[in-house]
């Protein structure tokens, strides 16, 4: 599986950015990768990696972290196989390199089984 992500830049806070993630590939599970969970983590420097956002390619299900619910949004565009978050209302402690990840449900998010390469946000104040 290859995660492909790309999206990120410079904002000022207050501002708004958005990350895609387009997905490819065959699982070694065996399993459609449809079946997966898609989702995004961030990394700040001197941090560890935390867990963002995700969603499921069927049904759609979402889950946020507490710290960026109300201000992110993440969605999935089926025929594209691409997942997208919309970041809104950006605040400098926003800014991390984003990581594209997919696990097997949506339950065990945490539990990443591929990884994209990460794209850097940076909010200025």
């Known amino acids: 599986v290859q995660l492909q992500a790309s999206g990120g830049g410079l904002v000022q806070a207050g501002g708004s950015l958005r990350l895609s993630c387009e997905a490819s590939g065959r699982t070694t599970s065996g399993r459609a990768l449809s079946s997966y969970a898609m989702g995004w983590f961030r990394q700040a420097p001197g941090k560890e990696r935390e867990f963002v956002a995700a969603?499921?390619?069927?049904?759609?299900?979402?889950e946020y972290a507490d710290s960026v619910k109300g201000r992110f949004t993440i969605s999935r565009d089926i025929a594209k196989n691409t997942v997208y978050l919309q970041m809104n209302s950006l605040k400098p402690e926003d800014t991390a390199i984003y990581y594209c990840?997919?696990?097997?449900?949506?339950?065990?998010?945490?539990?990443?089984?591929?990884w994209g390469q990460g794209t850097q946000v940076t909010v200025s104040s």
């Open positions: 969603t499921s390619w069927i049904g759609g299900s979402t």
């Open positions: 990840a997919s696990s097997k449900s949506l339950a065990t998010m945490t539990l990443v089984d591929y």
